[in-house]
């Protein structure tokens, strides 16, 4: 019985925490339990949304910056050359 005042209650303290909602509660506790796991169900669904679009966004970069990555190449190689033709003048 020292669970209430030294921390976390333990199983008897459960068992009575439980049966004292079930008593203030009554008829409306399996409802409000039903949506607090509908609940969690859509903010896991969300968070699988993010975790997908972040790795979309992240594959779009990637190709973003290796297609940058080549017009880069490409300028340079056209820099150099310019820079050989203007040395032949």
Known sequence: MLGFITGLPGGTEWIIILIIALLIFGKRLPDVMRSMGQSLKQF????????????????????????????????????????????ED
Not at 49 to 63: A, L, P, W
């Open 44 to 87: 896991k669904k969300g968070m699988e949304d993010v975790d997908v679009g972040t790795e979309e966004e992240s594959d779009e970069i990637d190709k973003s910056r290796s297609k940058g990555e080549k017009e880069d190449a490409g300028v340079e190689e056209r820099e150099e050359g310019e820079d050989a033709g203007n040395a």
